[in-house]
């Protein structure tokens, strides 16, 4: 589910006018008031009145439940995360909660971004995102957006001499899983400028033509 904020009137810290924001939780109120979870511009997870709010779209998976709280409120959100605890323990840094959370969010960024989204999170400088999304990718052996990620690497080659950059390395991990001519010639291309990457880089390049 995916919602954009409308209300110029009401002006939100970190929430901006027509962006497109992804729900990761309904509450439902005793009082009849709505609230969406939403991650902010901030990367703040945080619940907002969904009158400030139009629904972009609707897509729920089936996955998603309803749960019931002992203030009479309930609330609807994907099943990997739907205890009672679990807001507390995710704002707590508690690893279960972080790991489900993220498994949540790979999840549904791939189902509800639009291709242009993903490929303009991949040509940002936003580098957390940028990680994310490759893990994502990976996850689901999504091969739409080899090119984006060959422009992506070969730009961080370039500007990181010797780099121990761990998203530069999922960056590689990422194009091993695919067989095209693109991917042949970056890592051709990787293994003559060898000069450019690190033992951890040219380990996968090398196993990617021995497969």
Known sequence: MRVQFKDKSEMQIDISIDKKYTVFEIESTVSGETYYRIENDANRILPYDATLFNVVSDKLNNDWTVLNKPNQSSTRLPEEIAYLTFWEDFYNDEPKALRAFKQVKSRVY???????????????????????????????????????????????????????????????????????????????YYLTNIELGNDDLTEIASNYFAS
């Not at 990680?131 to 500007?159: E, M, P, S, W």
């Not at 530069?168 to 695919?178: E, G, Q, R």
Request: proline fraction near 0%; include cysteine.
């Open 110 to 188: 791939l189902e509800e971004l639009e291709a242009s989204e993903i490929t303009n999170i991949l040509e940002s400088d936003n580098q957390d995102e940028i990680h994310f999304v490759l893990n994502a990718l990976i996850k689901a052996k999504c091969g739409t957006y080899t090119k984006q990620v060959i422009r992506f690497a070969k730009t961080k080659l370039g500007d990181d001499l010797y780099s121990e950059d761990d998203i530069l390395w999922t960056a590689f991990k990422y194009l091993s899983l695919f067989q095209e001519e693109d991917i042949n010639d970056f890592f051709v």
